[in-house]
């Protein structure tokens, strides 16, 4: 059975930083991209960064310089490091494969606020 747990969000300020982790089971994960998307209030998911199992990093042009996907094999493991947060990085942060597939797991909560 697929399973995503993610872990991390919280509250903080604007320029605040965060560290995601999405423990992932019931698959292969070496052999998958992973990645981390992002649902805001009344917005679709979207994709935010990915990782494949070597040393591709992707990211959307919105957090490129601020946001660091990095990924653990051996833990099964995917972090989201994020740096100098914005009121619009505000959402539920998911990950999954990509592509996604399947069930979702239940997100963390990001939310920046003064």
């Known amino acids: 059975q697929v399973q995503f747990v993610e872990s991390g969000g919280g509250l903080v300020q604007p320029g605040g930083s965060l560290r995601l982790s999405c423990a992932a089971s019931g698959f292969v994960f070496s052999m998958n991209l992973m990645a981390w998307y992002r649902q805001a209030p009344g917005k679709q998911r979207e994709l935010v960064a990915s990782a494949s199992s070597g040393t591709i990093r992707n990211y959307i042009d919105s957090v490129k310089g601020r946001f660091t996907i990095s990924r653990d094999n051996a833990k099964k493991t995917v972090y989201l490091q994020m740096n100098s947060l914005k009121p619009e990085d505000t959402a539920v942060y998911y990950c999954?494969?990509?592509?996604?597939?399947?069930?979702w797991g239940q997100g963390t909560q990001v939310t920046i606020s003064s």
């Open positions: 999954n494969r990509l592509p996604a597939v399947g069930s």
